[in-house]
């Protein structure tokens, strides 16, 4: 739809540009405004009044008050004529008025006879659009008044730049926070071993997946090797989320992997690890904790013997080849970061031929379900059972795509790791 | 109750009750991220005696309730006030077995009259 070029101010272009800075185009309903178009009703005495801004083709109204329609074109609207005029632009008798009498609004069904709009002028001087009051009565406007109307269109100015002013800061923060967590997701990243180490010994397979809202959080796995044939496992979660807690999963990952050079005794390490997240602090200094649960893996005679000690972390699970039923590898001790001088316990178990282990962290577990309920330990157990005879890669696939199934909510980063007996 | 509210988590929700010089915060439903504000922020007035958290309705347990529970404990220590907890049943105890609480809060089973 074209517009009356006549109706068009010379800086048309830098004026839309301007509408769209200010981005209230078909925003919600806004109290401020409201207030304003009440007061101007029942200041001036009309039955309308109505803040706009005058779009491209149309003029869209703000906040309307004692009208039901939420815009009108721009060629019939008088407040396309209005913000030609950097003072209020007043039609007392529009229906007599030479540059009314003819608009479609005045000689209509409408019967529109006074119009007073105040243009909404930007500091850099473009009119967005107008605070105007109407009537279906011929009506009088004195200096007085058209000074009020001003001063009342100059409110809605003020109410606009505060709200661009506002959306201003909070893209500049939403830049900087985009930026920190992208900064925590590399630094994540970096904490993961890029791909796991091919080992004689023992098949392993692996996934890490972030919380699916925006900040990264602290969960991490490790597989490094320990001694001549030996290997170690390890699944975190630190607690709290973005670069502090992913300083922390640094700090404990190399603690683990730098004491398992001098003991086999996995409690030992974790001790370790807790006396380094303690140096120079005492207890209630330390904003994030962390879960872990450590395994040393010797291999023996086709088997695989297995020493774990675990922080405040989930049980390991293991699923017996032929068996229907789940084990727990109970490991008990206080996540680490906590308090000084805790005690950990090593306990040992073995894996044959065909069991499978399953080590992870809580967001796999309390992942939650389309029904409502948790995936739990169980869930775990169904895709174990499902998967017998598979490889431990297609294992942690099949146990990801889990989490990727119609109406499950992740709600915590997942860490998991998947370990045979070749 | 409607399908709608049968398939959502319970709500978090805490109740305190002053029984002499004891605090008694009765918990219900899931501790979990969303509801650990609503704990501290109850709590945040102890500062004598003891404050035991009942958890015998409390259905759920994960990290950031532990996480929680570790801050409370730090702070009880630091300001000198007993916390305990009580009445952990099913999947809440065993999370709480699982972290050593015991070796750290006090923990009594969750029968009437105790702690």
Redesign the interface.
Request: net charge negative; hydrophobic share 20%; charged share 25%.
């Given at each position: 739809m074209s517009v009356d070029p006549a109706l068009l101010p010379s800086d048309e272009d830098e004026r839309l540009e301007a509408v769209q800075r200010y981005n209230v185009l078909d925003s919600p309903p806004d109290g401020a405004f409201d207030r304003v178009t009440a007061l101007a009703a029942r200041h001036f005495d009309v039955p309308i009044a109505i803040v706009t801004i005058v779009d491209t083709d149309r003029i869209w109204f703000k906040s309307r008050y004692g009208l039901e329609v939420d815009e009108i074109g721009r060629d019939p609207g008088l407040c396309a004529s209005a913000i030609l005029h950097d003072d209020p632009w007043i039609v007392e008798q529009a229906d007599r008025d030479p540059r009314t009498l003819a608009n479609p609004l005045v000689a209509g069904e409408f019967g529109l006879r006074f119009y007073a709009g105040a243009p909404l002028t930007t500091h850099d001087g473009h009119n967005l659009g107008t605070l105007c009051v109407i009537d279906r009565e011929p009506r009088e406007m004195s200096d007085e008044d058209s000074d009020t109307l001003r001063d009342l269109a100059a409110i809605v100015m003020d109410e606009l730049e505060l709200r661009l002013a506002a959306r201003t800061v909070v893209d500049r923060e939403q830049t900087l926070r985009t930026f920190a967590e992208r900064t925590a997701r590399a630094l994540q990243a970096s904490l993961l071993p890029p791909e796991l180490p091919a080992l004689a010994a023992a098949d392993l397979g692996a996934f890490y997946e972030p919380a699916r809202d925006a900040e990264v959080a602290g969960d991490f796995y490790d597989v490094f090797p320990v001694g001549a044939e030996g290997f170690a496992l390890v699944v975190g979660?630190v607690?709290g989320k973005g670069p502090p807690a992913a300083a922390v999963t640094a700090l404990v990952r190399h603690t683990i992997r730098t004491a398992s050079m001098t003991t086999d005794d996995p409690a030992a390490v974790l001790r370790t690890v807790n006396d380094a997240m303690f140096l120079g602090q005492t207890?209630?200094d330390l904003a994030h904790?962390c879960?872990v649960h450590l395994t040393f893996v010797t291999p023996l005679a086709g088997a695989l013997v297995l020493r774990s000690a675990?922080a405040?972390?989930?049980?390991g699970l293991v699923l017996r080849a032929g068996s229907e039923t789940l084990q727990e590898l109970?490991?008990?001790?206080?996540?680490v970061g906590?308090?000084k001088d805790?005690?950990f316990a090593s306990t040992e178990v073995t894996l044959d031929a065909g069991d499978v282990l399953v080590l992870h962290t809580?967001g796999l577990t309390?992942a939650?379900q389309?029904?409502?309920s948790?995936l739990g330990e169980a869930g775990i157990g169904d895709v174990l059972r499902r998967c017998q005879g598979k490889s431990s890669p297609a294992i942690a696939e099949a146990v990801q795509a889990m989490l990727h199934e119609p109406g499950v909510d992740v709600?915590?980063d997942t860490a998991v790791l998947v370990v045979q007996a070749r | 109750m409607s399908e709608e509210d049968a398939v959502r988590a319970p709500v978090f929700r805490v109740e305190v009750r002053q029984e002499d010089a004891t605090v008694r915060a009765m918990l219900y439903g899931e501790l979990d991220m969303i509801g650990t504000g609503a704990l501290e922020t109850t709590l945040g007035g102890v500062r004598t005696g003891t404050c035991v958290l009942d958890m015998r309705h409390l259905t759920f347990l994960d990290s950031a309730g532990i996480h929680v529970l570790m801050r409370l404990d730090t702070r009880a220590r630091a300001e000198g006030w007993d916390l305990a907890i009580t009445g952990a049943t099913g999947a809440v105890a065993r999370v709480l077995a699982l972290c050593r609480m015991g070796d750290r809060i006090p923990i009594t089973d969750g029968s009437p009259g105790t702690a």
């Open positions: 979660d607690s207890e209630g904790y879960t675990a405040g972390h989930p049980p109970p490991a008990f001790g206080p996540p906590w308090y805790p005690s809580d309390e939650r389309a029904d409502g948790l709600r915590d | -």
